[in-house]
């Protein structure tokens, strides 16, 4: 803060964080690229957005996000220098100024700032975990006005908010072509969705005592009519921005038990195959989730003990306590549950205990880890196959795709596994194909 900005009317202040709001911070801004261009120096843009907070003010209530903007505010301040300008624009965005201060800089400040929240905030007793994105721009000699800069690490912001969230983008100029055609598209994933052209796949889950298929994972896939296949990688990001999980979620709950009684037609007297879905953090913390479940199975009659809903360590990492009781609700309608992507936190270990679940999929990394000589890697993954197995938990490798793979889970004692050594996600029909080869075979 500099000191001018002691003097400033109260008015101008954001009443939750105390920081400038964002029209005072724009004349800041006015202010600051005419002396960068009386100068000749440099200033940069940072816009920073928290992921995800509306979930947080669905889970905790208001008064709790308002403690949280506040503790974020005062993380932001401890990153950066005592004349750095920051302001809170609305709800769970913020400005920050930084004058004098070229690319390298500016990278600088935004890496401190994702490092800040990479530790848990004491929210009113409960421990939550939150990351954010950041567009930046930087102005060389005041060749920008405040609006056109701004507008450019809005750019840059949306391009680290649909690339994964947690990142920072510096502003390019090839930006807004980028993103007008990234919203094009987003329109596009909506009509579809809305159409119901989303279609599923399903990787079989093997058995390794007795080779056998035991387990189905749905995988939603669309395919453009212009664009061809789009990658989950692009489209599921692309779908939270535009709030489509919900609606893509109950598509893919009700489709799956649709697949369980085509499975059940066709291998009458056969043991059921579990289908699993992975679970989004909107749908795991959305309070009327359970119930929703709950209808879908009424309505197709599949068993509940059918269904794994799969849920990441990322996702439950971020509010133990609530993620803790959403398992337990689901847990209380029957149906299975499992962590995926196990391993990549590695303080988790003590929550296994806690979280009410059944399964835990081990992350490809741990897998090659060990092929590959990292030891520190394959101790942790034999660690957490043993404690697993003491907590009676089924424990599944995910990315076998090679022989010396599936040698490797077997020596460490793994109960099942998938990967593409024993299949590709396939249709709904290569499903029964695949199975119709295998399935009485006592392998795949």
Not at 95 to 105: D, R, S
Not at 211 to 234: I, M, N, Q
């Amino acid at each position: 803060m500099t000191t001018r900005q002691w003097h400033e009317p109260h008015s101008i202040r954001d009443p939750v964080t105390g920081l400038v709001q964002r029209d005072a911070f724009v004349g800041k801004i006015t202010e600051a690229l005419e002396r960068t261009k009386r100068d000749d120096t440099a200033l940069a843009l940072l816009v920073f957005n928290l992921d995800n907070f509306s979930d947080v003010n669905d889970r905790v209530g208001q008064p709790a996000g308002d403690s949280l903007l506040a503790a974020v505010a005062e993380r932001l301040k401890g990153s950066l220098r005592p004349n750095d300008t920051i302001a809170r624009f609305v709800a769970d965005e913020f400005g920050i100024l930084l004058e004098g201060m070229t690319y390298a800089g500016a990278a600088e400040v935004a890496e401190r700032i994702g490092a800040s929240l990479n530790m848990p905030f004491d929210v009113l007793g409960r421990e939550i975990f939150i990351g954010g994105s950041i567009g930046l721009c930087v102005d060389y000699a005041g060749e920008q006005t405040s609006e056109e800069i701004l507008s450019n690490a809005d750019v840059a912001l949306y391009t680290a908010k649909t690339g994964g969230k947690g990142r920072a983008e510096i502003y390019e100029p090839g930006m807004h072509g980028a993103v007008i055609a990234r919203l094009q598209l987003e329109a596009e994933l909506r009509h579809a969705v809305e159409n119901q052209e989303l279609i599923l796949n399903y990787q079989p889950l093997i058995d390794l005592e007795s080779g056998k298929v035991v387990a189905l994972e749905a995988l939603v896939r669309w395919t453009h009519a212009d664009r061809g296949p789009v990658s989950p990688a692009e489209f599921v990001p692309m779908a939270e921005n535009a709030d489509l999980l919900k609606i893509i979620g109950r598509f893919v709950i009700e489709e799956v038990c649709r697949q369980a009684e085509r499975l059940a037609a066709a291998y009458p007297g056969r043991p059921p195959l579990d289908l699993t879905i992975n679970l989004s953090f909107k749908q795991l913390f959305d309070p009327d989730f359970p119930e929703e479940v709950a209808r879908i199975l009424r309505g197709s009659g599949v068993q509940p003990q059918r269904l794994v809903f799969e849920i990441s360590e990322e996702v439950l990492m971020k509010d133990t306590e609530t993620a803790t009781t959403a398992l337990e609700e689901l847990k209380a309608l029957g149906v299975k549950l499992a962590i995926d992507d196990f391993g990549t936190g590695y303080s988790s270990l003590i929550y296994l205990q806690r979280f009410p679940i059944d399964a835990i999929k081990i992350d490809k990394q741990f897998i090659d880890g060990g092929l590959a000589g990292r030891l520190q890697d394959s101790s942790l993954a034999r660690l957490i196959v043993e404690l697993g197995k003491s907590l009676g938990l089924r424990i599944i490798a995910e990315g076998v795709e090679r022989i010396d793979h599936l040698n490797e889970v077997k020596a460490m004692e793994f109960d099942a596994a998938q990967g593409y050594f024993f299949a590709k996600p396939l249709s709904s029909d290569e499903v029964m194909q695949f199975l119709a080869k295998g399935y009485d075979e006592g392998g795949a």
